[in-house]
């Protein structure tokens, strides 16, 4: 069954994933905060299995970098400061 979310809070409004209270543009999507189609999006629970992934993200543009430890890898590619590229990096300590 198929829930419909329109609760864009503290959200990117182009790919609805999570932004942090300092973020300036979506770590996913490259969105500038606040932009965005704002479409109703499929709330589900992803369901990731497999081992913990540090992933270390890293701006090409302005050196901000943040890590995130998480099941699979973290696919970010945007800076959340300046919207730039970021270099990813991740450790598979399975
Ligand atoms: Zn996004
Ligand atoms: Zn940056």
Redesign the pocket.
């Known amino acids: 069954m198929k829930r419909l979310s329109s609760d864009y809070e503290g959200r990117c409004g182009n790919c609805h994933k999570l932004l942090a209270d300092d973020d300036q543009f979506c770590r996913y999507c490259g969105t500038p905060k606040g932009e965005g189609g704002f479409l109703p999006y499929e709330n589900s629970n992803m369901c990731v299995y497999g081992p913990p992934v540090d992933t270390t993200h890293t701006?090409?543009?302005?050196?901000?970098s943040w890590n995130i430890r998480a099941l699979g890898v973290d696919n970010a590619r945007f800076?959340p400061?300046?919207?730039?590229s970021?270099d990813t990096t991740y450790e598979d300590r399975y």
């Open positions: 701006c090409t543009s302005c050196g901000y800076c400061r300046c919207g730039s970021v």
